[in-house]
């Protein structure tokens, strides 16, 4: 794979170029012009509030998610590119970014986050005590993410701890189960409830979409020894992205049979293990572009799964 088969990192594409000159790279430091990011992080809280019984009476709910999504991938990624800055300029992909290149300051890059995650405390504030309190403990993991590329093969597994954390949120917030145990019992609230495995099989979900994305970079990464689960699968990628999507279904098939015992409840996850299904058998390891597509594909498996939680999830009327 050549430099000019990969999608360039940053465009000037879009609504970026409506943008005064000055406001672009930063738009760009938090990926504004990318949406994937943020729909890929904001489905997971999304899957929980209508797994829970609340995608109808609480779509309020979704919406200040949604915003605390765009909000906070937007400060991960201006968080990420401050710790890479120097493995960014290295890699073809990625030497364009703003503080790769010299577009934005390193303090501005500071004052850029403090601005972003001020927003993400608004969406903080409207959520209940012990739904804020899971969502201030993804703090410490969204921290480390960065550092994982340098100890560890998988650093698509702490992306995914990270990347599915809204789920725990989305489903506390609805069901505020933990206002009737304690926090003393936190440990029993989570053990085998159906917000742990749906937030186990996102997990899942992120490591096999992701190492489909590291396939663009699988030449840089070895050749500047970041590591990726996509270089540690090597020839077995469609295998082992197949056997973590398939993880995925397991575990959200069990986080609906924990809430509705049912066969026919679980035909409602039939449409998005179709979609892995393709993915999976038409991924070609050796194909940048392809890779993309599939990639960004997740956003609409990210919306089949809502609508099997909401089928699930929501009290109809019999």
């Known amino acids: 794979m050549t430099a000019t088969d990969l999608t360039p990192d940053t465009q000037h594409s879009g609504f970026i170029r409506l943008l005064p000159a000055a406001a672009r790279p930063f738009a760009l430091l938090a990926r504004l012009d990318r949406p994937i990011g943020w729909w890929l992080l904001f489905w997971p809280g999304a899957w929980g509030v209508a797994l829970a019984g609340g995608a109808i009476t609480r779509f309020d709910l979704i919406l200040w998610l949604l915003l ?23 890699v073809a992909r990625t030497a364009a970014r703003p ?55 998988w650093p698509q597994i702490w992306l995914g701890l990270v990347f599915s954390w809204a789920a725990l949120v989305g489903w506390f917030e609805v069901t505020s189960v933990m206002q009737s145990w304690g926090v003393t019992n936190i440990g029993v609230i989570l053990f085998g409830a159906p917000g742990l495995l749906l937030y186990a099989g996102s997990i899942c979900w992120v490591v096999g979409y992701d190492t489909i994305y590291a396939l663009q970079d699988r030449e840089d990464d070895a050749l500047i020894g970041v590591r990726s689960s996509a270089l540690r699968m090597g020839s077995r990628v469609r ?3 197949g056997l973590f999507y398939a993880g995925a279904l397991a575990l959200w098939a ?19 293990a179709l979609h892995f299904a393709w993915q999976v058998t038409t991924l070609d390891p050796a194909d ?29 009327p019999y």
Do not use: E
């Open 68 to 90: 605390g999504s765009i909000a906070m991938r937007g400060a991960g990624c201006v968080y990420n590119d401050i710790v890479d800055r120097d493995l960014d300029r290295k």
């Open 239 to 241: 295998l082992g992205v």
């Open 288 to 316: 940048g572009a392809g890779a993309l597509h599939r990639f960004r594909a997740n956003r609409f498996a990210g919306l089949l799964v809502f609508l099997a939680c909401a089928v699930v999830g929501t009290p109809w």
């Open 254 to 272: 069990g986080a609906i049979w924990v809430l509705r015992p049912d066969w026919l409840a679980l035909v409602a996850l039939l449409p998005v």
């Open 99 to 153: 503080l790769a290149s010299g577009a934005v300051s390193l303090k501005a890059a500071w004052a850029w986050l403090v601005f972003l995650c001020l927003l993400g405390l608004v969406v903080l504030l409207q959520l209940h005590v012990y739904a804020a309190v899971v969502a201030l403990l993804s703090l410490a993991p969204v921290a480390a993410y960065p550092f994982m590329k340098r100890i560890t093969w």
